[in-house]
């Protein structure tokens, strides 16, 4: 049981390229996120999906795409990465556990991106 | 707008010490409040939740207390181990999605 796995673990784009940020989780979870943290600041929600074929936009959704390929699996896109977007990429899933009231979210290593 | 403060923004204990991490919120609505652990070059990790009708509980040597009305939180370290160095994240949630964390205390616990 890996819980969430993300790829790649470090990536170094230059400005305008393009690529797509992998995650994955076998825990079953309907629900998952993609966050980024940049230094001296709490995670942000980039987007989410609730439940498969469903995607919505968090707080800091420009310059992203994403994709809810099936229940397991929830892409990230930069189509045109620039500087600002240098960051570490946190992906996370969540369900119900029995007996609760709210989701706890489990959340991947993280993927470190540096766009020169 | 949302906000989660915590303070001290770092602090530095030495090993089987105690130690308190604040944080004040303006989340609204309210629906839980969450204290996570982050390792370096790690994801989080969740330590606690708490709801509104909840205003202490524990996870072993950490202690989060909860009062909703002044909207403050705090997670205390009893016995502090070099392995609790880490930052530590409060999380303020208003709905199943949406989670308003703060920057997180960096706690480094020296031998």
């Known amino acids: 049981n890996a819980g969430v796995t993300q790829t790649p673990k470090f990536q170094v784009l230059k400005t305008g390229q393009s690529m797509t940020l992998q995650c994955a989780q076998d825990?079953?979870?309907?629900?998952m996120y993609w966050y980024r943290q940049d230094p001296g600041m709490g995670l942000r929600l980039i987007y989410y999906s609730a439940s498969e074929g469903t995607t919505d936009k968090g707080e800091v959704p420009n310059g992203y795409n994403v994709s809810r390929l099936n229940k397991r699996e929830f892409s990230l896109r930069l189509e045109s990465a620039a500087p600002s977007q240098t960051s570490v990429y946190f992906c996370?899933?969540?369900?119900?556990?029995?007996?609760?009231?709210?989701?706890?979210?489990?959340f991947g290593p993280g993927t470190r991106l540096t766009v020169l | 707008k949302n906000q989660v403060e915590q303070s001290p923004q770092s602090l530095i204990i030495l090993e089987g010490k105690n130690c308190t991490l604040q944080?004040?919120?303006?989340?609204?609505?309210?629906?839980?409040l969450r204290w996570y652990k982050q390792d370096t070059g790690r994801g989080p990790v969740s330590l606690t939740i708490m709801t509104f009708s909840e205003n202490t509980k524990s996870n072993g040597r950490y202690t989060a207390t909860l009062d909703a009305d002044t909207k403050q939180s705090s997670l205390h370290i009893t016995a502090s181990q070099l392995s609790d160095s880490a930052s530590y994240i409060c999380v303020v949630s208003s709905n199943d999605y949406k989670l308003s964390f703060g920057a997180g205390t960096t706690v480094t616990v020296r031998a």
């Open positions: 944080c004040n919120y303006t989340v609204s609505p309210f629906s839980n």
């Open positions: 996370a899933s969540s369900e119900y556990l029995d007996g609760l009231s709210y989701n706890e979210q489990f």
């Open positions: 825990m079953n979870h309907n629900s």
